[in-house]
């Protein structure tokens, strides 16, 4: 387990990247280029900053794991509302505006502030939580078996 949770560590370069440039370097038409997040802030600094801001103003007798719950599906139906109706949404938001990028960035934030909050107020670890089950996701769906399949693990035959 915990060289499986090691690994996922390792692991600098999405294979979905790998052959989209091209002999220049240059990235071909169509490729994604590469994404990272900023190695700060992590988890843990987030929850301690919500944590600091709900202290501040005596919001705790609010933020129950119940009510941070409805608050993060509330969240989510407003990031949901940006992409209604669109069809242009594809990897990397082209053609969308600054103005959209930015409420989208809004959203994905609250969904994350909440979603940290619960898990804080549930008392789970959730960066630890979040590798155990990718390594269970990992043993459930072998690349080697299930790899350009949509399908559940329960449709697979043994
Ligand atoms: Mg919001």
Redesign the pocket.
């Known amino acids: 387990m915990v060289e499986c949770l090691a690994g996922l560590h390792r692991r600098k370069t999405p294979k979905s990247w790998v052959g989209k440039r091209n002999r220049l370097g240059n990235w071909r038409k169509g490729g994604q280029q590469p994404f990272s997040f900023s190695a700060e802030p992590s988890m843990e600094e987030i929850r301690r900053l919500q944590g600091e801001f709900t202290a501040e103003r005596d919001w705790n007798q609010f933020h129950q794991p119940r009510s941070l719950l409805l608050a993060l599906v509330g969240?989510v139906g407003?990031l949901a509302e940006l992409f209604q109706w669109r069809a242009d949404a594809a990897e990397g938001l082209p053609g969308w505006t600054e103005a959209e990028r930015e409420r989208l960035e809004?959203?994905l934030s609250?969904v994350l502030i909440y979603l940290l909050e619960l898990a804080e107020k549930c008392r789970v670890d959730l960066p630890r939580a979040a590798l155990r089950k990718m390594a269970l996701n990992r043993a459930k769906y072998p690349a080697s078996r299930v790899r350009g399949s949509a399908r559940k693990y329960t449709e697979y035959e043994d």
């Open positions: 969240e407003e809004h959203e609250d």
